[in-house]
């Protein structure tokens, strides 16, 4: 259950007057849609469809699928491989996120913070303390924002603490990558506003960017769309339809529709700050990965860490907001500039799906630093 440090792979325009929804007619080529005649938009579908299948094969993964954007607009789609044996993938395929979900709770949070309901930095000992911990005052110390920032002192997973909910350190102190902090905040927000996550989510994250195709919990639509997870051991399986949410783990969602939401936090900054000032990570984690030597020192970005429930990787080149998800035979990842409004969306079906995720991210992304970092998430 997106049990790995994945980074990112770890931080309003109303929907009925949202100029980011408005988009070209769209053109299909059987693999997707091009929503972009431009000419540098269709070279680089070119250049990743010429690329795709041989990964897929390569590496034994069903199949990919893609959504690009450029200047804050979605630009085109694709699919390449099997959703499950005999059947093609396509745009419309939904993969299971895993970790991904996190930056969508994440959102909801923050803006409903933004919004007046609450502080992000008040306890949320008021409205909610888990029953595993209430006798351990440092319940008192957790805050919205230690749970988005990964600094709760909780495990990723309370199955790591003998099934019960522990601190394995004191809040505040220290970065530690924590699902159990994503849950620990939902349940809060439950709490807070009186209201389901689902209620919360939908009204402040996916109704006004225009999302339609995302669902926590098993919905009759999803019927016939899922991709089968080819898992490490070669199994094709259907990941479990939840009928109970998980706020970090086991979303379903398509690419074209994560991409909505990712333009949509780009058109919607939740403050008035410039977005390099904004995306700065609570923790810088760079040194864990360049003094360890799993990125090429000269290639070490300027920053690495975690902010309100995004990934932050600061290249000299591009800042990178981002978030990857990781299961048995689900590999995804999501990444924007908001400097620049580009970004991508790429979800795969296969326990090699991160060196897919890597081949494709090459191409998309021409940036040393962070292709050494995609490099070294896939295992080399």
């Given amino acids: 259950m997106g049990n790995k440090f994945f980074f990112g792979t770890a931080c309003i325009l109303s929907l009925f007057s949202s100029d980011i929804m408005a988009q070209p007619k769209a053109q299909s080529d059987g693999n997707g849609q091009i929503l972009s005649d431009s000419e540098p938009a269709r070279d680089l579908r070119n250049r990743v469809a010429e690329k795709a299948g041989p990964s897929l094969a390569e590496n034994g993964v069903p199949s990919v699928s893609i959504a690009y954007i450029a200047d804050g607009e979605l630009v085109w789609t694709y699919a390449e491989g099997e959703s499950e044996p005999g059947k093609q993938a396509t745009p419309e395929t939904l993969y299971n996120i895993a970790s991904m979900t996190k930056s969508i709770v994440a959102e909801t949070v923050v803006r409903l913070s933004?919004?007046?309901?609450?502080?992000?930095?008040?306890?949320?000992?008021?409205?909610?303390?888990?029953?595993?911990?209430?006798?351990?005052?440092?319940?008192?110390?957790?805050?919205?924002?230690?749970?988005?920032?990964?600094?709760?002192?909780?495990?990723?997973?309370?199955?790591?603490?003998?099934?019960?909910?522990?601190?394995?350190?004191?809040?505040?102190?220290?970065?530690?990558?924590?699902?159990?902090?994503?849950?620990?905040?939902?349940?809060?927000?439950?709490?807070?506003?009186?209201?389901?996550?689902?209620?919360?989510?939908?009204?402040?994250?996916?109704?006004?960017?225009?999302?339609?195709?995302?669902?926590?919990?098993?919905?009759?639509?999803?019927?016939?769309?899922?991709?089968?997870?080819?898992?490490?051991?070669?199994?094709?399986?259907?990941?479990?339809?939840?009928?109970?949410?998980?706020?970090?783990?086991?979303?379903?969602?398509?690419?074209?529709?994560?991409?909505?939401?990712?333009?949509?936090?780009?058109?919607?900054?939740?403050?008035?700050?410039?977005?390099?000032?904004?995306?700065?990570?609570?923790?810088?984690?760079?040194?864990?990965?360049?003094?360890?030597?799993?990125?090429?020192?000269?290639?070490?970005?300027?920053?690495?860490?975690?902010?309100?429930?995004?990934?932050?990787?600061?290249?000299?080149?591009?800042?990178?907001?981002?978030?990857?998800?990781?299961?048995?035979?689900?590999?995804?990842?999501?990444?924007?500039?908001?400097?620049?409004g580009n970004g991508a969306v790429i979800f795969t079906n296969g326990d090699n799906g991160q060196k897919v995720i890597r081949d494709i991210a090459e191409i998309l992304l021409p940036d040393a630093s962070f292709n050494a970092f995609t490099n070294m998430q896939s295992g080399g």
């Fill in 114 to 340: 933004k919004s007046g309901a609450f502080s992000m930095d008040d306890s949320m000992a008021s409205d909610w303390v888990d029953p595993d911990i209430k006798d351990d005052p440092r319940h008192k110390l957790l805050t919205p924002r230690l749970a988005l920032t990964h600094r709760t002192g909780l495990p990723n997973w309370r199955y790591q603490t003998d099934d019960i909910l522990k601190f394995q350190n004191d809040p505040d102190t220290q970065f530690g990558y924590s699902g159990e902090g994503l849950q620990y905040v939902a349940r809060f927000i439950e709490k807070k506003m009186g209201r389901s996550l689902e209620e919360l989510v939908a009204e402040t994250v996916f109704e006004p960017a225009g999302m339609t195709e995302t669902t926590f919990t098993d919905k009759p639509w999803l019927d016939g769309r899922i991709a089968k997870s080819k898992t490490k051991s070669g199994e094709h399986v259907f990941a479990p339809r939840r009928t109970d949410w998980n706020a970090a783990d086991d979303v379903w969602s398509s690419t074209g529709d994560y991409a909505r939401f990712m333009i949509w936090v780009m058109a919607n900054p939740v403050n008035s700050e410039r977005a390099a000032t904004y995306w700065i990570p609570r923790d810088n984690l760079k040194y864990q990965i360049c003094q360890e030597g799993r990125v090429p020192l000269p290639l070490c970005p300027k920053s690495l860490g975690f902010t309100a429930g995004w990934t932050v990787y600061d290249t000299p080149e591009n800042l990178i907001v981002m978030h990857g998800g990781g299961d048995d035979g689900e590999h995804t990842l999501g990444y924007f500039n908001p400097v620049t």
